[in-house]
């Protein structure tokens, strides 16, 4: 399947700080998602891009799908202690018949 | 996005016993899909969960362990079987809505198994 690299694999910041993580595949994408896992939960899509250079806010959360089609970022602003879990990219395939994942994110925030 | 519910929510089972983990969709959705996430790590597609006929197995998973059906556009099952303390996982069953690039998923099934 495809690869796609997740960084960083954890991340220990303070209340109030700006989060940024990557995600670089070794293929070209049209799409890409951004989600968020809570202990207990199931992922929650958090954005989607559709082109090369699209920047895409959801609140705090800011998605960036790279000019190369092959890298996408998401930034966090103004982290506060519920953003803490697990942040995963992922893209279909050309037919949308199967989705593969990165290795997660995996975030704390101390108040 | 339409609701989905997935349930147990967890269990505990004995070693060699089976689970059936269920999956309902509240309107109907194209396709549905089974994924595993062990301790710590990433998400594995199990299958493709296909309705009327055979699911499509990934690589490593097959049909004897993951029985799995879809008899309609709504709900789905996945039964783990013969278990082992290597099946302890959370089980997480996904769908794709009309618009297919956005995959949503159910709250997932914490299975353990002593």
């Known amino acids: 399947g495809q690869q796609l690299n997740q960084s960083p694999q954890s991340m220990f910041i303070q209340e109030g700080e700006d989060v940024s993580m990557n995600c670089t595949s070794s293929s070209i994408f049209n799409t890409w998602l951004w989600y968020k896992q809570e202990p207990g939960e199931g992922p929650v899509l958090l954005i989607a891009?559709?082109?090369?250079?699209e920047l895409t806010s959801n609140g705090r959360l800011t998605a960036q799908f790279g000019i190369t089609r092959k890298d996408s970022f998401l930034n966090i602003s103004a982290s506060i202690p519920s953003d803490v879990g697990i942040y995963f990219c992922?893209?279909?395939?050309?037919?949308?018949?199967?989705?593969?994942f990165g290795s997660g994110t995996k975030l704390n925030v101390k108040p | 996005s339409a609701v989905i519910s997935q349930k147990p929510s967890r269990d505990i089972c004995q070693r060699g016993t089976s689970l059936t983990i269920q999956c309902q969709v509240d309107?109907?959705?194209?396709?549905m899909f089974w994924y595993r996430q062990q301790p710590g790590q990433s998400l594995t597609l199990i299958a493709t969960?296909?309705?009327?006929?055979?699911?499509?197995?990934e690589s490593g998973f097959v049909i004897d362990k993951f029985p799995i059906s879809r008899p309609n556009l709504t709900f789905s099952t996945l039964t783990v079987s013969n278990m082992s303390p290597e099946d302890s996982s959370i089980y997480l069953c996904s769908y794709t809505g009309i618009a297919s690039e956005k995959l949503f998923f159910g709250s997932g099934t914490q299975l353990s198994v002593l």
């Open positions: 992922a893209e279909p395939s050309y037919n949308f018949n199967k989705f593969y």
């Open positions: 969960a296909n309705q009327g006929s055979e699911a499509t197995y």
């Open positions: 891009l559709y082109k090369a250079g």
């Open positions: 309107s109907q959705v194209t396709m």
